[in-house]
């Protein structure tokens, strides 16, 4: 799964927890294409967890 800071509340975090997902963590937004262009790179990164901090947070 590719996702961005608070594309994910701490409910749907679970969920895709649940179901063993991995995450590929960008700083922001980015065009489908150039996330595929380097995709190796960003497959290096990939992760099991989002660090609470980057969970949405309804204020």
Avoid at 25 to 39: G, N, Q, T
Wanted: hydrophobic fraction near 30%.
């Amino acid at each position: 799964m590719v996702t961005v800071p608070e594309a994910f509340c701490s409910i749907s975090y679970g969920k895709a927890r649940q179901k063993s997902l991995k995450f590929i963590r960008l700083k922001e937004s980015m065009p489908y294409e150039e996330v595929i262009k380097d995709l190796s790179s960003h497959l290096k990164k990939l992760t099991d967890t989002i660090p609470e901090d980057e969970l949405y947070n309804r204020k």
